[in-house]
């Protein structure tokens, strides 16, 4: 009941903020977007980052290729739009895609952009060219790329070595932007320079990101804001607080916890807010490498005993989804529907029968009332992971594991997860796109560098390959839903549950939509405008 | 007094170098550096790339020489490069020290005259409701810790009356940068007024059942003048002590305030630096603190002298 109550309170949001949209009016051109930002992020190199603190900020400097639009809520093939490109098309074998680009687009500092731009990006992320970025957290993204090559100065072809339909999902993604080849990477760290609505004025570590209306911005009569301007408030209550003084147009997208968006809507009843699931799911890492996890009985046993349900009650007052590795629909694309998902042992409705298993399979193990096994639950020293982590403490109680809590700071936990120093870990995944090829290889396959527990199965890897080949998004769906399942039942990397989160903005803030399968991709920004 | 103040001074340089020691060794025992928090903001660890960025930063080399090339690079005006922002470490950090120095000053400046004089009301009104009322104050000025004083004042003006007090980086006139800094500065200074009144108070009363107070009193003079001229001028040396200490205190103060308050102060900036293994920026930082607080303990010994008379530093 409570869950439907959510769903009917989320679709009246989203009404509202869709009707918002419609009914808005022309829109009108001037004022300043003013937002908090939640953190300092390292830099302002969206290439080289993998949180959306780089993101949020960065994007409107740039464009990609290709972009998701940014008035539909939910990513999908079907809402790839062309952006630097004017077109694209697939040769016959699937194995190279072309893009026209857009002439006459030009670089904030005023050097024309052209093919040989596309290029070097490319080059840089597949670590080809030679300046390097520091970090390339998405390399893996262009595996199957063997080059990318300019026809002229305004057509450019992707080379692959074999069919990838959803490459244009990850070009669509807000981690994807094109780079000039004339500024470095150090210098695209401090100072930005894009082809993108908002041209970069400065960046105040802990302070303050300032952008500008780009007026040579090559979509004509765009961006309709002057400016944006990102105040950064490390403290969630000085923010919110401020939002809710009107100091702030918006608060920081996806920043606002179910329970504090109660204070905001009661103190601040004009605001509108959105909550959407953000494509975050929280995990459990198990380190299968040594005892007692290299056991699958106590893997599976240890999958059996989640309730999940409860954590989504305790943590989201039932504002959370139930899923596998790819987002549950309905806002997930390539989620395992609901009956498939519950053929899954430890996803059954039953929880009490579940752990009845699981107890027998830990007896097998060598466990019981009189033996308990004795875990560390490591996880970082943050409220989103502290706080699953005691709940999932509590929760293998009733299978004779006794867990003690192990926070790690920030600084320590990669390399700590690196050098398989733990034994089960409490982990949030981020998704930056909607698609199992970025999920798939990025997490689980062989050797992939976010692939935290060094899982590795061939065979399901063999699967990955098939289902990103095929072009038929209905046979895709089936082949992604059997690796999930297998993936969930080989306890890879247990998944919890799915995140949702709300965004708020003042009502004179038209525009806005908060995508509802990627809290990555939303925030170029071009046609927002103000209603004052 | 020429020898002693050569001598304080060599002092003082013998204790600012054995703080740099302490401040460069000690940021190395702590787990982690910039580079392993950049890696854990990219979600992945590449030993390579690790290794590159390492070498690039200088911190791959061994300690000793890191802190040979931070020493003399301070004697030579270089501060170095923060490796987060990738500044020049002194361009980030001078526009934040006065910011946090107008609000240390004003914080102790709201301490010394809210605490001294309601701290010698309580002493002369010892043991009527004044002096009960005063000594809740002070306690819960104790109590309350500045950052949730700090909250309970933004959401108490939100409540009431719709606003909230933004920090403006560039006031115009006295007036704009009192009404910035007054806020917070009561917030971090409370702590610091009830500690003085507290000090005041114990120690007016002691001076206050001396023979010499008597004998003011029997001679006429009026309790203004055996107050204020005789009893607290006698009381104050103490207080000075706590106030100058109170300084070098006030820091972990306001951290949280400017926190809580949003200021762009030196003080929230050195806890994310910290965060961030920020080497340059932390060290640097922290000796200028060290060096602030050791110049404030010289200037509180220098400051008895002025005060009482019979205190002559001799060497």
Request: hydrophobic share 45%.
């Amino acid at each position: 009941m409570r869950s439907v109550r959510a769903l009917a309170a989320t679709a009246a949001l989203s009404l509202l903020a869709f009707s918002t949209i419609a009914l808005a009016g022309e829109p009108k051109q001037g004022g300043i977007l003013r937002m908090y930002h939640r953190d300092s992020p390292a830099n302002a190199s969206i290439l080289e980052g993998a949180t959306y603190s780089i993101n949020v900020p960065f994007m409107g400097v740039f464009n990609n290729l290709v972009i998701y639009d940014q008035h539909v809520a939910q990513n999908s093939p079907d809402t790839l739009r062309p952006e630097l490109a004017e077109s694209w098309s697939w040769s016959g074998d699937n194995k190279k895609l072309t893009f026209k680009l857009h002439q006459g687009v030009k670089w904030h500092d005023g050097k024309p952009f052209t093919s040989a731009d596309v290029k070097c990006t490319f080059d840089l992320l597949m670590g080809k060219s030679q300046q390097k970025l520091r970090q390339n957290p998405r390399k893996a993204w262009y595996n199957e790329v063997n080059d990318v090559t300019p026809n002229g100065d305004f057509e450019v072809s992707f080379d692959l070595k074999r069919p990838q339909p959803s490459l244009l999902a990850m070009l669509a993604s807000g981690y994807t932007p094109i780079y000039p080849c004339h500024v470095s990477p150090a210098d695209m760290r401090t100072h930005p320079v894009g082809t993108g609505p908002f041209k970069f004025v400065e960046f105040k570590a802990n302070e303050s990101i300032k952008l500008t209306r780009n007026p040579d911005y090559w979509k004509k009569g765009l961006p309709y804001l002057d400016g944006i301007e990102y105040t950064i408030i490390t403290n969630r209550s000085t923010a919110i607080l401020a939002f809710v003084a009107g100091k702030f147009d918006m608060t920081f997208p996806t920043h606002i916890t179910i329970p504090l968006l109660k204070d905001i809507k009661s103190q601040a009843p004009n605001a509108i807010c959105a909550v959407e699931p953000t494509n975050v799911s929280t995990n459990i890492i198990v380190n299968s490498t040594s005892a007692p996890f290299d056991n699958i009985d106590i893997r599976r046993a240890m999958a059996m005993a989640l309730d999940r349900k409860a954590f989504v009650d305790i943590l989201f007052e039932g504002q959370a989804d139930i899923g596998g590795t790819m987002l549950p629909p309905p806002q997930g694309i390539w989620g395992m529907p609901k009956d498939k998902l519950e053929t899954i042992p430890g996803y059954g409705p039953n929880v009490n029968a579940s752990r009845e298993e699981a107890r027998k399979l830990m007896q097998k193990a060598g466990y019981g009332p009189d033996k308990h096994l004795a875990v560390k639950v490591s996880t970082r020293n943050l409220a989103e992971y502290r706080d699953p982590a005691v709940i999932l403490i509590d929760q293998l109680k009733s299978i004779y594991i006794d867990g003690e809590l192990d926070v790690v700071e920030t600084a320590n936990w990669f390399p700590k997860v690196a050098r398989k120093d733990y034994m089960l870990g409490l982990n949030l995944t981020g998704n930056s796109v909607d698609d199992p090829d970025q999920s798939f290889y990025e997490n689980y396959s062989c050797g992939s560098e976010r692939n935290y527990t060094n899982y590795c199965n061939k065979e399901i890897e063999k699967l990955f390959d098939v289902q990103s080949q095929e072009i038929d998004v209905g046979k895709r769906k089936q082949l992604v839903w059997d690796i999930d399942k297998k993936l969930q039942e080989d306890v890879a990397r247990p998944i919890i549950f799915h995140a949702r989160a709300g965004t708020c903005w003042q009502p004179y803030v038209k525009g806005i939509t908060i995508m509802s399968n990627s809290s990555y991709n939303g925030f170029r920004y071009e046609d927002v405008w103000l209603d004052k | 007094m020429f020898a002693y103040l050569v001598r304080r001074l060599f002092l003082m340089l013998v204790t600012l170098f054995g703080i740099s020691i302490v401040i460069f060794f000690l940021l190395r025992v702590v787990p982690g550096n910039i580079v392993d928090i950049l890696f854990a903001a990219a979600g992945y660890v590449d030993p390579a790339d690790k290794a590159n960025l390492e070498k690039e930063l200088g911190i791959d080399e061994p300690l000793i020489v890191q802190y040979w090339h931070w020493i003399s690079g301070l004697l030579r005006g270089d501060f170095g490069y923060s490796y987060v922002s990738e500044k020049p470490a002194l361009q980030e950090i001078l526009p934040r020290i006065p910011i946090t120095a107008r609000l240390a000053g004003l914080a102790l400046l709201f301490s010394a005259s809210i605490g001294i004089p309601l701290g010698v009301i309580s002493a002369v009104k010892q043991g009527t409701r004044l002096d009960y009322a005063l000594r809740v104050v002070s306690l819960s000025g104790l109590s309350l810790p500045s950052f949730w004083l700090g909250l309970l004042i933004l959401t108490a003006s939100v409540a009431m009356f719709g606003q909230m007090p933004i920090f403006n980086p560039n006031p115009q006139t006295w007036l704009e940068a009192f009404a910035t800094y007054a806020v917070p500065a009561a917030a971090v200074g409370f702590r610091s007024a009830a500690l003085t009144m507290r000090i005041t108070r114990s120690s007016m009363l002691e001076v206050l059942r001396q023979d010499y107070i008597r004998t003011a009193r029997a001679k006429g003079a009026s309790d203004a003048a055996v107050n204020y001229h005789h009893a607290l001028k006698n009381a104050i040396l103490p207080v000075i002590t706590v106030i100058g200490i109170e300084a070098a205190f006030l820091i972990g103060g306001l951290i949280v305030t400017e926190t809580v308050f949003n200021i762009p102060g030196v003080a929230r900036f050195l806890v994310e630096a910290i965060r961030w293994r920020d080497y340059p920026i932390v060290q640097n930082l922290v000796m200028f603190i060290a060096v602030v607080v050791v110049f404030a303990n010289f200037t509180v010994d220098m400051l008895y002298a002025v005060f009482d008379p019979r205190i002559r530093y001799t060497d």
